[in-house]
């Protein structure tokens, strides 16, 4: 198991090459090879995050940060099946092995934040929302890479080969829908755990969380009943994302 980051490492460096030559060739369609290495990608990097997450009771910043890659790696693969989203992996690929890169260099604090069993649901719920809206802000980042190259009548490979900004912008909503849902459930599920005297990180966490909720809703009301620019769109998903991220990882890096 001592090797194992570095086997993984390499996996995910090899399908980030892959797919950036596949995309700058102009062709989206993905070879089984590549399908194959995602499975074994994501199998390896299930048994690193239990070994060292396990038993789970316990979280730190360095466990936070891989069970939260590893949730948005499940998705990731998952929603391939029902719409082509490979285009994601280009930013995707690059984090998960940039993590390993900083795990295996880096001496991360061993520190962390205990978690009552009764909570679990309200993780489960959160990890869910993380990874759905993690996606939705990859695809905000790609979306508007997409808009401005147009706007300023940029022409490359890449991104003649991301579907239409129509099509990019539905998936983007559609992404966000689903997360909102689930950080919705979230917050409600920690709502009977909350008590009067709450630790500076738990209310950094409650205080980025709402915000970020309220900005996905603001968004989703937007988009449904009065109609949003694409652009404006995908910037409010990454400020929204960037409150969440801070809401869950950036305390515990703050902290410990």
């Not at 099946?81 to 995707?92: M, P, Q, W």
């Not at 890479?145 to 983007?172: A, C, D, R, T």
Request: charged share 10%; hydrophobic share 55%.
């Amino acid at each position: 198991m001592t090797y194992l980051p570095h086997i993984i490492g390499i996996i995910y460096f090899a399908m980030s090459a892959c797919l950036l030559n596949l995309y700058m060739g102009r062709d989206c369609k993905i070879p089984l090879s590549i399908s194959y290495l995602r499975v074994i990608g994501l199998f390896l990097f299930g048994i690193f995050v239990f070994n060292i997450a396990y038993p789970f009771n316990i979280f730190t910043f360095v466990s936070a940060l891989f069970i939260t890659l590893f949730i948005i790696n499940i998705f990731y693969i998952i929603l391939n099946f029902y719409r082509s989203i490979d285009y994601i992996g280009l930013i995707l690929n690059p984090i998960i092995f940039i993590s390993l890169l900083f795990y295996l260099t880096l001496n991360f604090s061993s520190s962390g934040t205990e978690v009552e069993k009764n909570l679990y649901i309200h993780i489960i719920f959160s990890l869910a929302s993380y990874g759905f809206l993690v996606l939705a802000g990859m695809q905000a980042f790609i979306l508007k890479y997409q808009i401005n190259s147009v706007k300023n009548i940029q022409n490359s490979s890449i991104l003649n080969s991301f579907p239409p900004i129509e099509e990019m912008g539905s998936i983007m909503y559609q992404l966000i829908i689903v997360g909102f849902i689930l950080l919705t459930l979230s917050l409600l599920s920690g709502l009977p755990y909350i008590s009067n005297r709450v630790d500076i990180d738990i209310e950094q966490k409650i205080l980025f969380s709402i915000i970020a909720w309220l900005t996905f809703l603001y968004l989703v009301i937007k988009k449904a009943y009065y109609g949003i620019k694409d652009i404006a769109a995908a910037n409010m998903t990454i400020g929204g994302l960037i409150f969440l991220l801070l809401a869950y990882l950036g305390t515990k890096l703050l902290i410990n």
